[in-house]
């Protein structure tokens, strides 16, 4: 069986998960997959553990951050580059907190990394939205696998669906409604609810963040929305190509509006490919009940293709916590490293 | 770019929507895929046309069966060997029709294309209800792809969705609709139509068979619901394994009354793993709105999946007819060559 190093950057709520991750599906990964993982580093911004070749690998499945610098190999203010030139390349797993619009300081480890022939999952969307395109041809180039299933909305096969599943077909449309806190306060305000006690639910239940600016205001929809299209439609846009229109106060009279006429109001996130330049556009739409999205409520995401030969395939659901976005970076390993049974 | 011999066997409606669609496609696989593929056979049961290498490759689209008979190389009586014999095994894409229940004659055809280290993509349920199993293994044996999304719900993509978007997952149960005419005549039946009428509706709008005994007896359901099953859970059983109730004239005041509650009636073909071997299960259902299949209405199909580390993902739609499975074909040859873009 083959053994490969792993070394995870970002020892946060995804990171963590991962860790566990690992250690849960041990045996279906040897089993199932023949591959064999050692996690040989685990950093976070205050420094991180390292175990070099001829060492057993690391077992921080429990850990939280204290515990992480309580460790017995912790070195504060070890960094990537004591990982790459420590370590025979493997897998890098990148959940690190990226700026939004820069993807730093994330984007330039994976471009390192990739240069240093490591393979790399990430969890972030800053990077992606940053330089897709560039990352891509990195990896193409240097004969890498880059996976990013686990910033294009967790365990919601968006990016496999629309790659794999739809290979060989022209996608003519993407329409998404991939943010679940927008999505969960559309559906209560729907319900009756105002904007106000709709998102101070969300909060109280943990699908909102404290500040939820980002969310509401459709820029999370649109970051994967760029990030969704460059990859399907192979282009290189940027997010200020985006029209954007989030959700606000006003917003609830609309969703109330809509309900009394039998239609739920989404933020819809939809790249249109009908006349030259991909369209993009995040905004409130009326759904009716014929739309492949109308029964997505609540904190639920979705997306749906338009296609030339396949017609319409619509995707829903899939865990959007930690643990959801460390399985979908766990899947694009495994899939990158070839499942051996199917 | 690397040049592969395709065979296809099988000139009905879904055979031919291949010819086409590999025709329509040249030049996005060649591009986006770095794959070209030559047409060199095509069958039917009263024989069929044979390009040997050093002869231009077949351009048959636009043909009818009788147009296959009519070509210049046509020779009645040609047979499977004649082209294993004749040509460097490339991809054999079998469209043949098959005994529902022994899958021959096709089943001894895949079995005998691989052994001669033919990759084969199939469209046909019977050869895998009858021995999906030992199919899979002599794929991995021999090392030649082994493509059957044509035959568990064409553009739908059930089987990519359940082995790939999940890996790492373990699937805890499957539930699908997974037969549109049933789907169709169910939901026609809740708008208040009785059997006869939503059955006759269906066959005039070309989505029941003149015969519909396998539909509406569940059977189709039952084949996809093992084929799937035995994919996702590993497993070799058999169609007496699985307890089956199709829909009749019965069930018309059931649907009726589902709709009265708010419900809808359809046929679910459920597989769970709750104990020991997992529970195989066709029947009609009332399903409530927060059913992740509940708006999956008329013709359409879906599939949902339950996992322990993705939550709940389901996927809905894609087309079923002829074009529909070739598209489904011509991914899975697209996907086994390998995206050399993704």
């Known amino acids: 069986m083959t053994r490969t190093n792993v070394a995870l950057l970002g020892f946060g709520n995804v990171g963590r998960a991962f860790v566990r991750l690992l250690s849960e599906k041990k045996a279906l990964l040897c089993q199932r997959h023949g591959i064999g993982f050692d996690l040989r580093a685990a950093l976070r911004s205050a420094g991180g553990v390292l175990a070099e070749a001829g060492r057993d690998s690391l077992d921080l499945a429990g850990l939280d951050r204290e515990g992480l610098a309580a460790h017995p190999l912790f070195r504060p203010g070890l960094g990537p580059e004591a990982v790459f030139d420590g370590l025979e390349p493997g897998v890098l797993v990148e959940c690190m907190s990226a700026h939004p619009d820069t993807g730093e300081p994330a984007l330039s480890v994976l471009r390192e990394a990739m240069a240093r022939g490591w ?39 968006a990016a496999d669906v629309g790659l794999r599943s739809l290979a060989g077909a022209d996608v003519t449309s993407v329409q998404g409604i991939l943010n679940g806190t927008t999505n969960f306060v559309l559906t209560r305000m729907g319900e009756g609810l ?28 649109a970051v994967k929305l760029l990030i969704l299209s460059n990859l399907f439609f192979d282009e290189c846009r940027k ?3 985006v029209a954007v229109e989030g959700i606000s106060a006003a917003t609830a009279s609309e969703a109330r509006r809509a309900a009394g006429r039998g239609k739920k109001l989404k933020l819809l996130a939809r790249a249109d490919r009908a006349t030259g330049r991909t369209g993009l556009r995040v905004g409130p739409e009326a759904l009716d009940a014929r739309h492949p999205l109308y029964g997505v409520d609540g904190a639920e995401k979705g997306v749906s293709f338009a296609t030339d030969t396949m017609g ?19 899947k694009d390993i495994i899939l990158a490293y070839g499942d051996r049974k199917t």
């Not at 790399?120 to 940053?130: E, I, Q, R």
């Not at 643990?323 to 766990?330: D, I, K, Q, T, V």
């Open 312 to 330: 319409v395939v619509t995707v829903v659901g899939g865990r959007s916590d930690p643990r959801g976005a460390a399985a979908a970076m766990l």
């Open 194 to 221: 105002d904007y106000a006690g709709a998102l101070s639910e969300a909060q109280r239940l943990g699908i909102a963040e404290p500040d939820p600016g980002r969310d509401v205001g459709g820029w999370d929809s």
């Open 119 to 157: 393979h790399v999952v990430t969890a972030s969307k800053g990077p992606l939205a940053a330089d897709l395109c560039g990352l891509r041809r990195q990896a193409r180039t240097k004969g890498v696998v880059f996976g990013f299933s686990g910033a294009t909305g967790a365990a919601l096969p």
């Open 239 to 241: 997010l200020g190509d």
